[in-house]
């Protein structure tokens, strides 16, 4: 069974500070590879995504992830973290069409 | 911007009572996805619907969760009864097929008293 760890539950980092977010897949091939942000009591937002190619992408709002089959990693990275970054940020797998999320990391951006 | 429209938005029940969710895709996606999420955990898919037909369906509570999408387009999720652990945010999202991104509602939180 695939499974997602997003090793850090709570980070907090200050305002345009660099941000990097860690998720680990567990998964015998390369599996479709999500990032999403979640808002105090709203639904999930795609960042970015990976299906193939290119194992660096681009995604909204500055965030970039980089895919690393060797280590089963998909981190989410933004050079400059601004205070509305502050949310919940999911990292998700799918594959055969099934979704799997990580328990998500909470951001905490200091003035 | 299409949006997947979810209603209500927050929903306080007694236990034992039975509570109903509805969910309205993306015009056109066929693949319809119901998620529970528990305060301070990721999603976890309940059901999910291509078309009309129900295609996973491995972690729902059957004894007392229903969902259904009889024309393939809206769909409903059903609590009866409704029990205490069953408070948390249901999320609804839709995808154009099976594996593409999926765009999700703004949810129903669920508070069972």
């Known amino acids: 069974a695939q499974s997602v760890t997003q090793p850090d539950i709570h980070i907090t980092v200050s305002e345009g500070a660099s941000l990097e977010l860690r998720c680990n897949y567990s998964?015998?091939?390369?599996?479709?590879l999500f990032w999403y942000v979640q808002s105090p009591g709203q639904g999930l937002q795609l960042l970015l995504k990976?299906?193939?190619?290119?194992?660096l992408v681009q995604g909204i709002k500055g965030f970039e992830a980089e895919f690393k089959r060797s280590q089963s990693s998909f981190n989410l990275r933004k050079p400059s973290v601004h205070w509305s970054d502050a949310a919940e940020y999911f990292c998700?797998?799918?594959?055969?069409?099934?979704?799997?999320f990580g328990d998500g990391t909470t951001l905490t951006v200091k003035p | 911007e299409a949006e997947v429209a979810q209603s209500p938005r927050y929903k306080i029940t007694e236990k034992s009572q039975a509570v109903a969710f509805w969910c309205d895709p993306i015009s056109g996606h066929a693949t319809l996805y119901w998620y529970r999420q528990i305060l301070g955990q990721g999603p976890e898919l309940l059901v999910q619907?291509?078309?009309?037909?129900?295609?996973?369906d491995s972690q729902l509570p059957k004894d007392r969760f229903s969902a259904e999408r009889l024309k393939g387009v809206d769909s409903t999720l059903k609590i009866q009864p409704a029990e205490l652990g069953d408070s948390a945010m249901y999320l609804c999202?839709?995808?154009?097929?099976?594996?593409?991104?999926?765009?999700f509602g703004q949810g129903t939180r669920l508070t069972v008293v």
């Open positions: 998964y015998g091939a390369t599996p479709y």
């Open positions: 998700a797998v799918t594959n055969a069409g099934k979704s799997t």
């Open positions: 990976y299906f193939s190619g290119d194992t």
């Open positions: 999202a839709s995808s154009q097929d099976r594996g593409d991104e999926a765009f």
């Open positions: 619907f291509q078309d009309e037909s129900v295609v996973d």
